[in-house]
C-alpha cells in the first residue's frame, strides 16, 4: 500500500482510534507453495493497550494449517470510502473536465504474529473479550469450561490471538489538495450524501484542522 506523506496517519492514536470503531476486516494468511494467499473475512476486536486483536473460527477452517506453518499474516480493515468524480478536483481555474477522478478511504494493515488459542479456558476469555466488545450492553451469556449454554461448543473452535508487529495505516481524503479544491469536495458530499460520503466528509474536514 502506497503512503504519501499526506495520506500518513498524524499520529498513533489516528488510526487506532478508527480501528476500534472498524472492526470487521479481512485476514490473509500466506497459502500453500504455489498457491495464493488464504484470505478470511472476520470480526475481531483490537485492544491497544496489549498490541493485539483476538477472534475465533471454526476448527475445520483450512485457515489452521496455513497458519501452523507459518504464523506471518496480515489483517487488513478499508471502510469510510468514496469515489470521487474528476470534476470535484479540478484546480481552481482549470477545465472542470481535466480534474482526476480518485478514491477516498481509510485503511488499516497490522502486520501480526498469531498465536492458536485451544485451552479451553483461554478459548472462554478470548470469546468473553470479544463479545463484551461487541456488546457492551450484555445480553448474552458469558462462556464458561463445563457450563452452558457455551461450555460443550468451545471444542468446535480454536480462538486466533494476533500479536501486532507492524502497522501501516492510510487516510487518503484530498490532503494535498488546495483548501479551495477541499472545501468544494466536502460540499460535493454533503450534497450527494451517498454511502459513505458523510464519513468521508468528516475525515477531510477533521484532518485538514489537524
Same mark, same amino acid.
Given at each position: 500500500?502506497?503512503?504519501?506523506?499526506?495520506?500518513?496517519?498524524?499520529?498513533?492514536?489516528?488510526?487506532?482510534?478508527?480501528?476500534?470503531?472498524?472492526?470487521?476486516?479481512?485476514?490473509?494468511?500466506?497459502?500453500?507453495?504455489?498457491?495464493?494467499?488464504?484470505?478470511?473475512?472476520?470480526?475481531?476486536?483490537?485492544?491497544?493497550?496489549?498490541?493485539?486483536?483476538?477472534?475465533?473460527?471454526?476448527?475445520?477452517?483450512?485457515?489452521?494449517?496455513?497458519?501452523?506453518?507459518?504464523?506471518?499474516?496480515?489483517?487488513?480493515?478499508?471502510?469510510?470510502?468514496?469515489?470521487?468524480?474528476?470534476?470535484?478536483?479540478?484546480?481552481?481555474?482549470?477545465?472542470?473536465?481535466?480534474?482526476?477522478?480518485?478514491?477516498?478511504? =481509510?485503511? !488499516? *494493515?497490522? $502486520?501480526?504474529?498469531?498465536? /492458536?488459542? %485451544?485451552?479451553? #479456558?483461554?478459548?472462554?476469555?478470548?470469546?468473553?473479550?470479544?463479545?463484551?466488545?461487541?456488546?457492551?450492553?450484555?445480553?448474552?451469556?458469558?462462556?464458561?469450561?463445563?457450563?452452558?449454554?457455551?461450555?460443550?461448543?468451545?471444542?468446535?473452535?480454536?480462538?486466533?490471538?494476533?500479536?501486532?508487529?507492524?502497522?501501516?495505516?492510510?487516510?487518503?481524503?484530498?490532503?494535498?489538495?488546495? =483548501?479551495? !479544491? *477541499?472545501? $468544494?469536495?466536502?460540499?460535493? /458530499?454533503? %450534497?450527494?450524501? #451517498?454511502?459513505?460520503?458523510?464519513?468521508?466528509?468528516?475525515?477531510?474536514?477533521?484532518?485538514?484542522?489537524?
Amino acid at each position: 500500500m502506497l503512503i504519501h506523506p499526506w495520506d500518513a496517519p498524524r499520529s498513533d492514536a489516528e488510526w487506532q482510534q478508527w480501528l476500534t470503531a472498524h472492526d470487521f476486516g479481512q485476514l490473509a494468511v500466506n497459502g500453500p507453495a504455489g498457491e495464493p494467499p488464504f484470505v478470511q473475512p472476520l470480526h475481531f476486536f483490537y485492544d491497544p493497550e496489549r498490541g493485539e486483536a483476538l477472534t475465533h473460527l471454526a476448527r475445520p477452517n483450512p485457515l489452521w494449517g496455513a497458519l501452523e506453518a507459518n504464523p506471518e499474516v496480515l489483517l487488513s480493515v478499508v471502510d469510510d470510502y468514496v469515489y470521487v468524480p474528476g470534476p470535484w478536483q479540478a484546480d481552481p481555474g482549470a477545465p472542470t473536465e481535466n480534474g482526476e477522478p480518485t478514491s477516498f478511504y =481509510a485503511a !488499516v *494493515q497490522l $502486520r501480526c504474529r498469531a498465536h /492458536l488459542v %485451544d485451552d479451553p #479456558a483461554e478459548k472462554a476469555d478470548l470469546l468473553n473479550r470479544q463479545v463484551g466488545h461487541f456488546q457492551p450492553e450484555g445480553g448474552t451469556a458469558r462462556g464458561a469450561v463445563g457450563e452452558e449454554p457455551y461450555g460443550r461448543k468451545l471444542s468446535g473452535i480454536r480462538g486466533l490471538r494476533l500479536e501486532v508487529t507492524g502497522v501501516r495505516a492510510k487516510f487518503k481524503y484530498a490532503g494535498k489538495r488546495t =483548501a479551495e !479544491v *477541499q472545501d $468544494r469536495i466536502a460540499g460535493r /458530499l454533503a %450534497d450527494r450524501a #451517498a454511502p459513505g460520503d458523510a464519513a468521508a466528509r468528516e475525515h477531510l474536514l477533521r484532518r485538514r484542522q489537524g
